[in-house]
T-cell receptor
Framework: DSGVTQTPKHLITATGQRVTLRCSPRSGDLSVYWYQQSLDQGLQFLIQ???????AKGNILERFSAQQFPDLHSELNLSSLELGDSALYFC????????????????FGNGTRLTVT | GIQVEQSPPDLILQEGANSTLRCNFS?????LQWFHQNPWGQLINLFYIPSGTKQNGRLSATTVATERYSLLNISSSQTTDSGVYFC????????????FGQGTELSVKP
């Protein structure tokens, strides 16, 4: 068990809808990262939050947004969903600003599988 | 940005065989990690190894930063080693952005 909790495990929704994915980081970790894994794009970094503030941004669509709350849990909001948004969405956490260090590697949750029909 | 290439793209082994997976990267990095994604989709961190050599049981990893490659060695492979192995890197100015390779899909047959 990595200690990173993601809910829900599975989500099936229709095109045009909006969903929220939730992530609780490992105890003591201040950074949360969101990744998207799809068959054609592989594992793509979306965004990083550190102690409530956005710190790094990757290939995140404008229809997607995220935030990190004072209790350090994070939510990824996906809106106006399209078929191509179907993917496995991972959350990861790390102690500090960097995505893993010698003493504290990056740990991933089990992912949320999103299916858009 | 940094490009990450992994080889081979897939590999089939008999149980007990050894294998070496390679990760080439296009620029200097200060963060390199190997992950295993098991058949259930879970991503497990294997090594944090921006340079040098590490061993953990039947697995070992070596990164030669000056030549921009890393190797993951699996010895005496078991069926539970099946899955996809990813190399991920970050450079000095990448901050929290870890770039993943496309992975090597390993299948170990009994």
């Amino acid at each position: 068990d990595s200690g990173v909790t993601q809910t829900p495990k599975h989500l099936i929704t229709a095109t045009g809808q909006r969903v929220t994915l939730r992530c609780s980081p490992r105890s003591g970790d201040l950074s949360v990262y969101w990744y998207q894994q799809s068959l054609d794009q592989g594992l793509q970094f979306l965004i990083q939050y550190y102690n409530g503030e956005e710190r790094a941004k990757g290939n995140i669509l404008e229809r997607f947004s995220a935030q990190q709350f004072p209790d350090l849990h994070s939510e990824l909001n996906l809106s106006s969903l399209e078929l191509g948004d179907s993917a496995l969405y991972f959350c990861a956490s790390s102690r500090g600003l960097l995505p893993g260090t010698r003493n504290s590697p990056l740990h991933f949750g089990n992912g949320t599988r999103l299916t858009v029909t | 940005g940094i490009q990450v290439e992994q080889s081979p793209p897939d590999l089939i082994l008999q149980e007990g065989a050894n294998s070496t997976l390679r990760c080439n990267f296009s620029d200097s990095v200060n963060n390199l990690q190997w992950f295993h994604q098991n058949p259930w989709g879970q991503l497990i961190n294997l090594f944090y190894i921006p340079s040098g050599t590490k061993q953990n049981g039947r697995l070992s990893a070596t990164t030669v930063a000056t030549e921009r490659y890393s190797l993951l060695n699996i010895s005496s492979s078991q069926t539970t080693d099946s899955g996809v192995y990813f190399c991920a890197v970050a450079g000095g100015n990448q901050g929290g952005k870890l770039i993943f390779g496309q992975g090597t899909e390993l299948s170990v047959k009994p």
